[in-house]
């Protein structure tokens, strides 16, 4: 293991407090938020999917998209091809939220990035690519539920 990697451990949980701050409180929780931008990038899927995505168990997921539907975000679909699966949909509202709540976190981001020297925003944007591979692996890194619940 690179010696810098318990740093880097250390500073990437501080980076996903920050990105909590970042985000508005719209009521929506993190799981919430990034179930809707996972149907957002990846289309429709099944409850199955979405709780390995979001590392949480089935039966969290259904409550959450239950929420989600029951606010008007999300809505179950039977699937085209397979009438026995039921897909979960983004609709245009969780769209609009999506789109809100990211307008925000970029305009708050923007602002405090404007603040660092020349140097650290190159810093910044030169990782970007090695932070987009970074992320990918690890998506696949633990499909295990988590004991905690999704709320909305």
């Not at 397979?82 to 970029?106: K, N, S, Y």
């Amino acid at each position: 293991m690179h010696p810098a990697v318990p740093d880097l451990s250390v500073a990437v949980e501080e980076l996903v407090r920050f990105f909590r701050r970042l985000s508005p409180d719209t009521g929506l929780s993190l799981t919430a938020a990034a179930t809707l931008s996972s149907l957002d990038r990846g289309g429709p899927a099944r409850l199955t999917e979405l709780a390995v995505q979001q590392g949480v168990t089935q039966p969290a997921m259904t409550q959450l998209v239950t929420r989600l539907q029951d606010a008007g975000l999300a809505e179950r679909r039977p699937d085209a091809d397979d009438g026995r699966v039921v897909l979960v949909h983004l609709t245009a509202a969780g769209r609009t939220e999506l789109t809100r709540r990211r307008a925000i976190r970029t305009e708050r981001l923007g602002e405090l990035f404007d603040r660092l020297p020349d140097d650290q925003q190159a810093a910044l944007v030169t990782a970007l690519p090695a932070i987009h591979a970074l992320i990918q692996p690890a998506e696949q890194v633990d499909d295990r539920p988590r004991a905690e619940g999704a709320h909305l």
